[in-house]
């Protein structure tokens, strides 16, 4: 703490620049940032959990042996992972109500619009990211396993039950972490349609009280400590699960 | 729907005003993209082989930088740099630059994780062996251990070009004229063809990633067949 005080006087003094954290930290500018901390993890946790349910969807429909399902799952991957999520963002919160039905759009102009859109955006992203991790994860287990089950009599379901997915499963889980990492930090593009998170918070408080130094800094360091915490547990898994992977 | 609208204003697209005024538009992006990857593999390789390195004071500045840029999201890095320099330099920065340099600087830190990651992936008897030659550890470096490392990280970079390509639009935020804010640009003017715009550039963006994407995945496998093995 003392370094990091010693740290900004150097900053004043070489910037020219008085930092004044009273003013962000206290009274309604730090309510807004704590608000903006909670719509950031509310929208990622709502996010993260369609994600996980259409990104399973998505890479079980590229195992199977299904050709239409196949070029579908395929082809939703590789146009969400290779399209711009800003732009997604605003695809479906300016374009996509030319699509939806008349009742479908009442409803969804009653709720919350913009963090509606966000989590549509979101989730579809990070859902397309996600598919590929599971998929890559199944392949990584070598075919003679299933093989090797099979001929020691269990059947395929078996197979995948006892033997191939609680591997596939710890391998994963790293990547997967990391996929809900970058969905928080995502998130923040959110801002740009309204969506009252952190990095909107922050830019607010800048035009509001022309302290944005102060703001920035504090969310970034909140943003940090979420990623620092998340890496930390990613090594701890890596160090303590990832040796009984057979290959 | 009104792909007239799409038609109509494709150019402003694709360049920009450019002929008239300034460049915008997919060339902007593009340009970006471009001027980002050179700046940051400078950085990303430093930042990578100092890493590696086994004094303290050389590995804790670069896993200090590399930590903390790939812990925050980039457009956090935009509005920094963007308001941080005309505090630095005194006079503001065009938004065009100052974006430029967030994305040197947010790129160069994952690009240190790649060439960490390659150098790592090398079989430790290629370094040994150059020792054992005569070669001091530098030269051992420059003429043995990066030229094959390099070489196994193209995929990775070519990925790498294909995220910052995308982020490109992030760049939308500070109000540079890019083919994002183009887009907004043409529907603020417009009003009545959203849908049609956005899945313009949708297409041209996922155009222009996949082509790369797809170049990566190809030459992982031809890599694959050249590599040394420990």
Redesign the interface.
């Given at each position: 703490m003392a370094a990091l005080r010693s740290l900004f006087y150097c900053f004043e003094a070489v910037l020219n620049y008085t930092f004044d954290w009273n003013k962000v930290l206290s009274g309604e500018y730090l309510d807004w940032i704590i608000s903006g901390v909670g719509v950031t993890l509310q929208i990622s946790a709502v996010s993260l959990a369609i994600a996980l349910l259409l990104g399973t969807a998505i890479a079980v429909m590229r195992m199977t042996k299904v050709k239409p399902l196949i070029w579908f799952s395929a082809s939703f991957t590789e146009f969400f992972r290779n399209t711009p999520l800003l732009v997604q963002i605003f695809f479906w919160y300016f374009g996509a109500d030319s699509l939806l039905p008349r009742f479908a759009l009442d409803w969804l102009y009653e709720q919350d619009f913009e963090f509606c859109a966000g989590v549509i955006a979101l989730s579809v992203y990070t859902a397309a990211f996600i598919a590929e991790e599971i998929r890559a994860g199944v392949n990584s287990i070598p075919k003679n396993q299933l093989e090797a089950s099979r001929a020691c009599g269990l059947t395929f379901v078996q197979a995948m039950r006892y033997v191939i997915l609680p591997q596939a499963f710890r391998i994963i889980v790293p990547p997967m972490i990391s996929q809900a990492l970058n969905l928080v930090k995502n998130s923040s593009l959110c801002m740009t349609i309204g969506v009252a998170e952190l990095t909107y918070m922050a830019r607010q408080i800048e035009s509001y009280t022309f302290r944005g130094f102060e703001a920035f800094t504090i969310s970034t360091l909140i943003y940090l400590c979420i990623s620092l915490i998340v890496s930390f547990s990613i090594n701890f898994y890596n160090k303590r699960y990832m040796r009984a992977v057979s290959y | 729907m009104q792909w007239d609208i799409v038609i109509d204003n494709f150019p402003y697209l694709l360049w920009g005003a450019y002929p008239e005024g300034p460049l915008g538009g997919l060339a902007l992006s593009i340009l970006l993209s471009i001027g980002g990857i050179f700046g940051a593999f400078w950085i990303g390789l430093a930042a990578g082989l100092m890493r590696l390195s086994k004094r303290w004071y050389i590995k804790y500045p670069s896993v200090v930088y590399i930590?903390?840029i790939?812990?925050?999201?980039?457009?956090?890095l935009i509005?920094?740099f963007y308001?941080l320099a005309p505090?630095?330099l005194g006079k503001t920065l065009p938004e065009a630059e100052s974006a430029l340099v967030a994305f040197i600087v947010f790129t160069g830190a994952y690009i240190g994780e790649i060439v960490r990651a390659g150098v790592i992936a090398l079989p430790k008897g290629q370094m040994e062996a150059s020792r054992a030659s005569g070669l001091t550890h530098l030269q051992a470096m420059r003429y043995v251990i990066l030229p094959q490392a390099l070489r196994n990280m193209i995929p990775s970079f070519v990925n790498q070009f294909?995220s910052l390509t995308?982020?490109?639009?992030?760049a939308?935020?500070i109000g540079v004229v890019e083919l994002?804010r183009a887009?907004?640009q043409i529907?603020n003017r417009t009003l009545s063809a959203?849908?049609?715009?956005?899945?313009t550039?949708?297409v041209m963006?996922?155009v222009i990633?996949?082509v790369l994407?797809a170049l990566s995945r190809k030459l992982e496998k031809k890599m694959a067949r050249y590599q040394a093995r420990g």
């Open positions: - | 930590e903390i790939r812990g925050v999201p980039l457009l956090m509005f920094w308001f505090i630095l294909v995308k982020d490109t639009s992030l939308y935020v994002t887009a907004v529907n959203p849908m049609e715009i956005y899945l550039i949708l963006y996922f990633c996949y994407t």
